[in-house]
């Protein structure tokens, strides 16, 4: 079937697996007669016939055998008021795939199709229920990886960043009229038109652009993590302090050198900046294969790093091994743990290649120090003019769209400044307009929305 936004479509919208409780939901013109042909009720009722959001007890058939798959709850929700602004019907079953697969492939023999990924999302935002921003959102909430997160993108689902950019080309909308009945009837005298008070509009827009923009690193980590590498030597306790801050234990800890021979992965909450932390193997020559692959994975977890927690053991001086990796780590953004202060020696002694960097004295396998360690994490990472109950974008798109429109914006105030006629001023202005569209989907192309929505997943 070749896909068309009029086809009725479907798809399991509850991950696949054992569980209590899974759903099919069917969306479009055709969706509740579809439904009401495989759907039995003892009490005969013809879900053609019901009303609007409501749930109705049975069985789903198989119409050519009348043999019974499953028993049901059918929920009717009929347009507009439902998500895709089409009817929609979702069927709960009970979880396991089988029952899951069967009821679909059954629903998908009545000139229904599978839908696409994020295609109920993406029929919202065409239907006009939700914007782009909206609909982008959606996915946010579903991989919100702390509450913070979470919060955000709940904060963008329900408009409040498509709002900002709506005021902000409300604004620009205006300047541009004035402009242009200026430039069609330059006889008038158009409503207190002076280029300064264009000038200081155009300036105002300006500065709450490069507000939206200077938080778009914040909002970044709070969407996707900050990627940190717990690096240093083996045995100085990289493994007891991911265990520490996980309070759990993940990584083997013994006091074999070579232990951890890859890379551990998890997430910790840190105030709501979901840190993604790495384990990575200790650094020094291997006496293996397998050792010296651990190292070289290590390696390549340094560079993608955005944030170096680097272990050094007080209980002893440094090395020359420590100064190696210092040398590797030295040009990232780097805190230094220093492990075993209930053990410290007093040869150790703090290099001066790192006195400029963040440093805090821990006892990773005591768990002393780790509530101080995460403050300073937060700390060294999201200072700076936003609090959170700022706005924050979180997407490189919406970034490079007001980047452009500020580009667009000081081309017009460049425009002003030379002289050269208001046609020109205006053509800028417009370009500002078109690119601030472009994040709540006011101006769209099907490649973007395409690749936007490719990122959910299918029966979302």
Known sequence: MIASESDTIAAISTPLGEGGIGIIRISGNEAISVVSKIFRSPRGINLNNVKTHTIHYGFIVDPFTEEKVDEVLVTVMRAPNTYTREDVVEINCHGGYITLKRILDIVL???VRLAEPGEFTKRAFLNGRIDLSQAESVIDIIRAKTDQAQKIALEHLSGRLSDKINQLRQFLMRICAHIE????????????????AIKESIKHIIDEIKSLVEGYEKGKIYREGLTTAIVGKPNVGKSSLLNALLMQERAIVTEIPGTTRDIIEEYVNINGMP???????????????VEAEGIKRTMKAVEQAELILLILDSSRPIDCLDEEIISKIIKKRVIVVINKKDIKSKEFKLPDSLKDKPALEISALMSEGINELKELIFKTTMTG???????????????????????????ALESFKRKEPLEITAMFLREGLSFLGQIVGVVTTEEILDLIFSEFCIGK
């Open 109 to 111: 023999e009545h000139d």
């Open 181 to 196: 009945a200026y430039i069609d009837f330059p006889e008038e005298d158009i409503d207190g038109l002076t280029e300064e």
């Open 385 to 411: 003019r936003y609090t959170q109950e700022g706005l924050l974008i979180t997407k490189l798109r919406h970034k490079v769209a007001l980047e452009d429109t500020l580009n667009a914006l000081n081309n």
């Open 275 to 289: 840190l993604k932390i790495v384990d990575t193997a200790g650094i020094r020559q291997a006496h293996d294969i």
